[in-house]
């Protein structure tokens, strides 16, 4: 199983391995205290992708498109979250957005959902 959550919020056991996939390090969240299995920041949207975006919903159906073309040549990281996921049983994925519904976490599990479930 693989879930979202937003990185300010408490650490619960339900979480799992916990995976950071935001570029940049979560303002003002120390390292000890994020509860952080793996930052796997190379899987994140790029700057300018991130940018483009600005969390403006209208632009959510592009963003999707967009960030899952950039996740081309990725599939290593993609395939160890899903390992991870084998392994752990639960997986979630964390980022530090305030938008908590469309986000680049949300992106990133809707596109791992749709690129696993059509390879088996």
């Known amino acids: 199983m693989i879930k ?6 408490r650490q619960s056991k339900e979480d799992g391995y916990r995976i ?12 000890e ?5 793996l930052w ?3 899987i994140a949207p790029s700057n300018e992708l991130r940018k483009w975006y600005s969390h403006d919903l209208a ?3 592009d963003f999707r498109k967009k960030y899952k073309e950039e996740l081309k040549g990725k599939e290593d990281l993609l ?3 899903k390992e991870l996921e ?6 979630t994925l ?21 690129l696993f479930s059509n390879r088996f």
């Not at 205290?33 to 299995?37: K, T």
């Not at 084998?86 to 997986?91: F, H, M, R, T, Y």
């Not at 964390?94 to 749709?114: G, M, R, V």
Request: hydrophobic share 35%; charged share 40%.
């Open 40 to 42: 796997l920041k190379e």
């Open 33 to 37: 205290n994020a509860g952080v299995d």
């Open 86 to 91: 084998k392994e752990e049983k639960i997986v």
């Open 94 to 114: 964390l980022f530090s957005s305030k938008e908590e519904k469309l986000n680049n976490a949300t992106a990133l599990k809707e596109i791992l959902n749709e």
């Open 79 to 81: 395939n160890r979250i």
């Open 59 to 61: 632009k959510w159906s």
């Open 4 to 9: 979202t959550k937003r990185i300010y919020e």
């Open 20 to 31: 950071l996939v935001d570029r940049l390090w979560a303002r003002g969240l120390t390292k």
